[in-house]
Nanobody, 119 residues
Framework: QVQLVESGGGLVQPGGSLRLSCAAS????????MGWYRQAPGKQREMVATITSAGSRIYADSVKGRFSISRDTAKNTVYLQMNSLKPEDTAVYYC?????????????WGQGTQVTVSS
């Protein structure tokens, strides 16, 4: 099994910054990619940013230039630095991991962390 534990959400004013962290643990053989998704009330879950084992990064157009994803491979941890936050960034942010567990490929999700951008 794979567990993803997120931290770093909270309330921030527009223009502020937050840093999310997600640590993966369990019977992980290898990690193909990790990323962040978000879901606002009444909307579908959407990809925010992903990073592969090779270090390739993909960002949603809405966060390019403001968010940055990074990883610590030794700790199986991924980070999302969010700058210049806007009210429309308000959502529950979910960590995702594409991993191999005992030779089987699996997708794991964290429990979600709330990010609220409001004055």
């Amino acid at each position: 099994q794979v567990q993803l534990v997120e931290s770093g959400g909270g309330l921030v004013q527009p223009g502020g910054s937050l840093r999310l962290s997600c640590a993966a643990s369990g019977s992980i053989f290898s990690i193909n990619a990790m990323g962040w998704y978000r879901q606002a009330p009444g909307k579908q879950r959407e990809m925010v940013a992903t990073i592969t084992s090779a270090g390739s990064r993909i960002y949603a157009d809405s966060v390019k230039g403001r968010f940055s994803i990074s990883r610590d491979t030794a700790k199986n941890t991924v980070y999302l630095q969010m700058n210049s936050l806007k009210p429309e960034d308000t959502a529950v942010y979910y960590c995702n991991a594409d991993v191999y567990v005992e030779a089987k490929r699996k997708m794991a999700w964290g429990q979600g962390t709330q990010v609220t951008v409001s004055s």
